[in-house]
């Protein structure tokens, strides 16, 4: 029995593992493929913060439709439920009415293909970014549930290179993007951030604006431009955690601390999820499982900060 209870309080204090994988496809002439190249290298090095992350980028002629079949072939069968898993696409896409493709050294991949390897991850929370042109056109092959999809173009015509990636980056290191001021990156901060930034982009260079990110996290093949509880969008990609708190990633060392910073998450979430309810609460119901789970949250932080 003692034996028992040692090997299930090892397993509860194990984190979640995070598992990044970045592609960037062709370019087509020199400057595009060190553009490219050159996000995909920023990307991986900010999302390398740890041991319990998995960060695998393919680049240039590494970038086959074989090799990203075999890495995310490779996620699947080591990543558990339990596990967070994100896709990030760089690059050019086609769309030629019927299906959208990336385009890659060799054959391209098509976002059939791709949900199809997507599908065989066991991580319950997904988030894939499609930062191509014609990458809205995506969304009807690789929206599912528990799965967050994001666009840089608001559909398959929208054809020209979009710089969305660029701000994508930035979110990650910008504080500004961190809205909620609590140290870590959520997928939704760096949609609106990113988003925000590729707006002003255009006003900025007096262009008329050639994409237009969306976003969907509720199995709908619509993504939408301003995630809120208005629209059900949001709450799962407010969730997705990118870039975790440093000051906690350093306190996180005992399984005491994980646990809390897990159990501060996890709060987190039911706050959020009860904003996303609260148009169908009485608003004395609201306010009080509000303020039970405000106190909690500084309970946990309290004991976190110790």
Known sequence: MRIC?????????????????????????????????KWAQDLDRELNTGPETHVITLSGTAATKQQVEQ????VAA????????????????????????????????????????????????????NMTSCSGASFTALAKKDRIVISATKSGTEKNAPVFARY??????????DTDKNGSISALEAFRYADRKTVAYF????????EHAL??????????????????????AAAFVLIRAKS????ALTPEKQRLV???????????RLKYEKAAMEEGEYKQQLTVLLLELARTQAEIDK
């Open 5 to 37: 209870l040692i090997l299930l309080c090892a397993c509860l204090s194990v984190r979640a593992a995070n598992y990044f994988v970045t592609v960037a496809g062709l370019g087509g002439d020199p400057d595009y493929e060190k553009q490219f190249a």
């Open 71 to 74: 890495t995310l072939d490779k």
């Open 78 to 129: 080591e990543s558990s439920a339990t596990d967070s898993f994100a896709l990030f696409l760089i690059g050019h896409g086609s769309f030629d009415g019927t299906d959208y493709k990336m385009n890659l050294p060799g054959p391209d991949m098509t976002g059939a293909e791709l949900a199809k390897a997507l599908n065989k991850i066991p991580a319950r929370r997904q988030l894939v970014v």
């Open 168 to 177: 994508w980056v930035d979110a990650l290191h910008d504080p500004a993007a």
């Open 203 to 210: 006003e900025t260079e007096k262009l008329l604006a050639t």
């Open 215 to 236: 976003i969907t996290d509720t199995a709908s093949d619509k993504g939408v431009r301003d995630p809120k509880p208005e629209n059900g969008q949001g709450l799962l």
């Open 248 to 251: 906690e990633g350093a306190k």
């Open 262 to 272: 897990s159990k501060k998450e996890d709060l987190e979430a039911k706050i959020d």
